[in-house]
Structures are given as structure tokens and as C-alpha cells.
């Protein structure tokens, strides 16, 4: 299986709570622990501007490539500069490599990506494109896929991604996250919205409802599965207290109940933003590494 991966993922936003070393940093850790090798890593190319036109709008992506501090730019809580609009292309490029390298392989990382706050017509929290909107779409768009869904655990909900899906039958859209928390909600098709603190028994049992809703009455073609890493009882932006190994149960059972259906399923990092990012690190290859387990299992069967 495929892990998508550039050293440019990484642009200097200053100091900032979004640890956007973190890709830099998984990427090492997965190389240095075995868990991957060099020829497991795909480089990707930046997503072109007909990619970007799939789900966003025209004047915004021109503000974009063009470095506008236009007020539709400046919803985003970062800095805008080429390094960083580079870095949004490159890992939206990421994102659709994944879709693709999924529908061959049944499954594939992008050690980046999750950007599911964008709009069509604006940016918003530390998310300037759609990757997720966007590689959906381009699945769509060549014909290789019909229906999709997102799966997008990322404590935050996934309110860009709902509202550019909105009215799409071939998308299903399911969030599960900390209800009193940014954002102002959208509506995706599924939403379950925590109460804070809920730790892990309650929202793996709830994972363990929505699954097989999805996979049986939905029946994607695709999944993009949004693993986000703050639902971390120590995020700084996230409340909902799971344990490390939580987020390991929730990730083993979602990538094997996707791989059971034989749906494939293209994995990106969303946000994690753990008081010590080592943590956050650690949950992020958590779910490499379970994702690599359920292939092997799936193959010695
Ligand atoms: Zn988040």
C-alpha cells in the first residue's frame, strides 16, 4: 500500500498552535520505526487548476494563487504566502493521489490533507482547499467511481465538506464530533454532535452504529475517511477525551469494516493539535501503522 508524502507539506506559518511540522515529523518516525520504506512513498503533483475548479469557485481561486488578502482569504486563521499556497496544492495533489492509488490498491494514506473547513467561495480555520471535496470529485469527474462517502471523525465537524456536498445524492457525508466547539455547523448527512468529554466507550459505540449504515444503505463506490487526530483527550483544540489507544480501536475498526465491504478507502491526517506533538505524531502513524495491520490480515485470509 501507498503512502503519499512530500517535505513540502511543510510551509512556515510562524508560531502557531497548527503543528504543521507534524507531516515532516510522521513521515520520519514511520521510516525510522520500519513501519515504512522509501518505496511505500508516492510523491505527489500540486492539484492543477481545473482540480481546484471541480468544487471551488473561480474569484476565490484566483485570490488564492494570487495571494489576495481578500476577505474571503482572510477567514483562514493562517498566514498566506507562496510557500504555504504551495504546500495547500501540494497536499490537495496528495489527496487525489490517494483516491487513486485507493481504487487500485483498496487502500492508501496521504500523510496530509483533511482540510474539510473550506467552502467553495472561502477559506476558513487553517483550511484553504477542499482536498477532501476535491478528490471526490475527481473520482467522479474520470468516471473511475459513482457514489462516495466521507467518514470524518476530525473532533471539528467536517462543515465545509457538508455544505459543498449539501445537495449531492452521490456524496454522503457523515461527521462525528465535539458539538460545542468550532464551527458554526453545517449540515452533513449524518452528524453526530458530543457532548464534551465523552471518552472512548461512548464514541467508538457510536462508530460502531454509523459503519455499517454507510456501507449498507449508502454503498459507496469510495470512502474518504477523515482521521483526524484532536478528538485526543489532550488536544488543545479538541474536548471529547479519547485515549490514544481509543483512537486506535476507532481507526482499526473503521479501516477493517471498509476493507470487508471491499470499498476502498483513501485515508488523510486532519487536524491534531496535542499539547505535546509527539502525541499528536504518535496517533497520527497509530494510524498508519492500523492500517497497514488490516491489509496484512486482509491478505493472509
Ligand atoms: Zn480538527
Known sequence: MKFIFSTKYFADIGIHVFPIKKYIIVHQKLIAEGIITEQNILTPEPASVDDLLLVHEQRYIDDFLNLRRTPSIMRSELPISQPIVDAYLLATGGTILAARKALEDGIAVNLSGGFHHAFADHAEGFCYVNDVAIAI?????????????????????????????????????????????????????????????????????????????????????????????????????????????????????????????????????????????????????????????????????
Open 137 to 301: 470529485r475527481c473520482l467522479q469527474h474520470e468516471g473511475a467511481i459513482q457514489k462516495a462517502a466521507v467518514v470524518d471523525c476530525d473532533v471539528h465537524q467536517g462543515n465545509g465538506t457538508a455544505y459543498i456536498f449539501q445537495n449531492a445524492p452521490d456524496v454522503f457525508t457523515f461527521s462525528i464530533h465535539q458539538e460545542y466547539n468550532y464551527p458554526i455547523k453545517q449540515r452533513s448527512d449524518i452528524d453526530i454532535g458530543l457532548d464534551d468529554g465523552v471518552g472512548d466507550k461512548t464514541y467508538l459505540r457510536h462508530i460502531q452504529q454509523v459503519m455499517p449504515r454507510i456501507l449498507n444503505e449508502f454503498q459507496p463506490d469510495f470512502i474518504l475517511y477523515v482521521a483526524g487526530a484532536d478528538p485526543y483527550k489532550e488536544d488543545q483544540l479538541g474536548g471529547l477525551s479519547l485515549s490514544i489507544d481509543g483512537l486506535k480501536q476507532r481507526d482499526s475498526f473503521i479501516i477493517s469494516q471498509c476493507m470487508e465491504h471491499q470499498v476502498p478507502t483513501a485515508l488523510v491526517l486532519a487536524g491534531g493539535y496535542a499539547f505535546n506533538t509527539a502525541d499528536t505524531v504518535e496517533i497520527h502513524c497509530n494510524t498508519c501503522e492500523v492500517a497497514l495491520e488490516c491489509v496484512e490480515n486482509q491478505t493472509s485470509q
